[in-house]
């Protein structure tokens, strides 16, 4: 039987009939790990380099991944400074998940923040390289960077990040992840790109890279539960 006592009543109350349901929260949430303050720590320092990346690939110029495409679109027609348009875009699609009946964790929540704040505050002190050596090296830096953040954030095992859980939520519907994950990709891609977002050999680099980069980071920087752990 797990122990609700801290939790607050609504939530209590949410899952008093569900058994399953309650452990299945706990444990997205990271509430019932004896190893929450490190995997915390891995998934804060990962969601500060996502954005830290996110703002090397911006200023190399030579293209984003599809979402930051349209995320830049977005920042270019409004005139929000680019990382309020990404948690903009992450408040929407976290409203996707309620017909989705997706359960968002710490990690979940965070991810919409904090990586919007990290890209604005790494802007400014990031510089604009004006050869394109110098420019294909930050490329390549952020892309790597971005792998190593995906690792820690998605290995603490917080909560997916609003996009990635849109993605699982509709690939349980029964749709090939595959096809889902393409479709998603391609049409923020294209809209954002019509909006004015920078497209160019880093998009491609990143769609080619970040999945074996994420396959490697990911287990070696995973937070493995301790022995006789239920998680």
């Given at each position: 039987m797990e122990d609700f006592a801290g939790l607050p009543d609504g939530f209590r109350a949410l899952t008093a009939t569900d058994a399953a349901t309650r452990s299945a929260m706990v444990s997205a949430l990271g509430l019932r790990s004896?190893?929450?303050p490190l995997r915390l720590?891995?998934?804060?320092?990962?969601?500060?380099?996502?954005?830290?990346?996110?703002?090397?690939?911006?200023?190399?110029g030579l293209g984003l991944y599809p979402w930051d495409v349209f995320h830049q679109g977005i920042a270019t027609r409004?005139?929000?400074?680019?990382g309020w348009a990404v948690i903009a875009v992450s408040a929407v699609v976290l409203l996707l998940w309620i017909p989705l009946r997706q359960m968002p964790g710490i990690g979940t929540i965070s991810n919409a923040i904090v990586i919007g704040l990290m890209v604005d505050a790494?802007?400014?002190?990031v510089p604009h390289p004006s050869s394109l050596p110098l420019r294909v090296?930050?490329?390549?830096i952020g892309v790597l960077a971005n792998g190593v953040a995906t690792g820690l954030y998605i290995g603490a095992g917080l909560g997916p990040g609003p996009r990635d859980g849109l993605m699982t939520g509709m690939?349980?519907?029964?749709?090939?992840?595959?096809?889902?994950r393409t479709s998603i990709e391609v049409t923020v891609l294209a809209v954002g790109w019509l909006l004015g977002g920078t497209v160019g050999v880093g998009t491609l680099l990143y769609a080619v890279s970040?999945?074996?980069?994420?396959?490697?980071?990911i287990p070696?920087?995973?937070?493995?539960?301790?022995?006789?752990?239920?998680?």
């Open positions: 004896g190893r929450l720590l891995n998934l804060y320092v990962g969601l500060i380099l996502f954005g830290v990346s996110m703002a090397l690939m911006i200023k190399a409004t005139g929000l400074p680019f790494a802007l400014p002190l090296a930050l490329l390549l690939a349980s519907r029964g749709h090939s992840i595959r096809i889902v970040i999945g074996p980069l994420a396959q490697f980071f070696r920087l995973s937070v493995a539960p301790r022995a006789g752990s239920q998680e």
